[in-house]
């Protein structure tokens, strides 16, 4: 009998111990945090944009292609010293360079590296299919009529009875056409073949000024006015940004005579920050309508009759081979900037080409 108690006793105590274990577990319905938070760990997972935590003096990973990235599971060791620096925007490992976007979370950071390099491929891939689109739409748009033109003169030739002054109609037309496409030929030889600049300290002032002479004689009924910073000089290839700034005055000029603007205006401004020059070229004809800005600097795009799309393309090129940026700062006033490394205030010392 006292074992048959101690047995029910026994028994009593099992039964409320898992009661009591039963009331504790907490049932996890569909859709709660906790799957929501695995969901999320799965994405960030799968994100092929390497992310980090920085927190402190520690650095972590947070998904596989940083995991990967840093042959590190957790911890990474030793850390970019960048990763610590809030005004960092780029670091350079693993042999590439990285942009990084920093989110600040509290007294931590979530830093997303973006491989640049692989952006630029991506942006050269689609430069090359646009040059390649283009060239082929121009060489097509001129062989065309050149063989038309061709084969109208052979049949005027071939003609006993024929005119002749038709043939020689036809042929002076045919060499117009084929020069035409000489032309542009060269003009793309010119823009694929820019050489490196070759930096030396030149005067803005001065370069401005003879600038302002040629564009004198070449548009003597549209008014240029010059603000130029006193002793401002730059590191720059004077012959390539000559012919860059006079892409940007002739392109201004050809839009106030093309616009009918009675009293048409250029400004050009120069001036230097932060061992930047910046130099802005802006006019005040019709402007540029917004469905055409995104385009205005691809090779041999123009709205302009008898334009060859070169200026704006070679001006950019120029600008981005010294280091800097050319942009449409305004469609309307047109406005453009361009902004290069290495410029300063000299007042009569050092060497001054």
């Known amino acids: 009998m006292i074992g048959a ?46 992310l980090v935590l920085v927190s ?10 940083s995991r990967l990235l840093f042959a590190s599971d957790d911890r990474i060791l030793p850390p970019p010293s960048s990763l610590f620096d809030e005004s960092a925007t780029h670091l350079r490992h693993a042999g590439r360079n990285w942009r990084a976007d920093r989110v600040e979370v509290g007294d931590r950071s979530v830093v997303a590296l973006i491989d640049i390099e692989a952006e630029e491929r991506t942006a050269e891939a689609r430069a090359s299919a646009e ?23 052979v049949a005027a030739a071939e003609a006993r009875e024929g005119d002749s002054a038709l043939l020689g109609e036809i042929l002076t037309t045919l060499a117009r056409r084929a020069e035409g496409l000489r032309r542009f030929t060269e003009a793309y030889r010119e823009l694929a ?3 490196p600049p070759l930096r030396l300290t030149v005067s803005i002032e001065e370069m401005i000024d003879d600038l302002a ?16 910073q006193p002793g401002l000089c730059g590191e720059i290839d004077r012959d390539q940004m000559n012919q860059a700034i006079w892409a940007l005055l002739q392109n201004a000029a050809e839009a106030v005579e093309q616009g009918g603007v009675p009293s048409g205006r250029i400004d050009i401004r120069a001036t230097a920050g932060d061992d930047v020059l910046i130099i802005e070229v802006a006019d005040n004809g019709p402007g540029i309508p917004p469905d055409c800005a995104h385009t205005i600097f691809r090779p041999f795009y123009t709205s302009k009759a008898g334009g060859s799309g070169i200026g704006l393309s070679l001006a950019r090129q120029v600008v981005q081979a010294h280091g800097g940026v050319l942009t449409l700062l305004e469609p309307f006033p047109t406005t453009f900037r361009a902004q290069l490394p290495g410029a300063a205030a000299l007042y009569g010392t050092g060497s001054v080409f």
């Not at 101690?6 to 859709?31: H, T």
């Open 193 to 195: 073949r820019l050489p």
């Open 131 to 153: 040059m390649i689109q283009v060239l082929g739409h121009e060489m097509l748009n001129g062989l065309v009529p050149i063989v038309s033109l061709a084969e109208c003169g």
């Open 213 to 228: 002479r040629l564009f004198a004689s070449r548009w003597p009924g549209v008014h240029l006015s010059i603000d130029v």
């Open 5 to 50: 108690l101690l047995v029910m006793i026994w028994l009593l105590v099992a039964m409320l111990l898992l009661l009591r274990r039963s009331q504790a577990v907490e049932v996890v319905p569909s859709g709660s945090p906790d799957e929501a938070q695995i969901a999320h760990h799965l994405l960030l997972d799968a994100s092929p944009t390497p």
């Open 56 to 65: 402190g003096t520690t650095v972590r990973t947070m998904n596989r292609a």
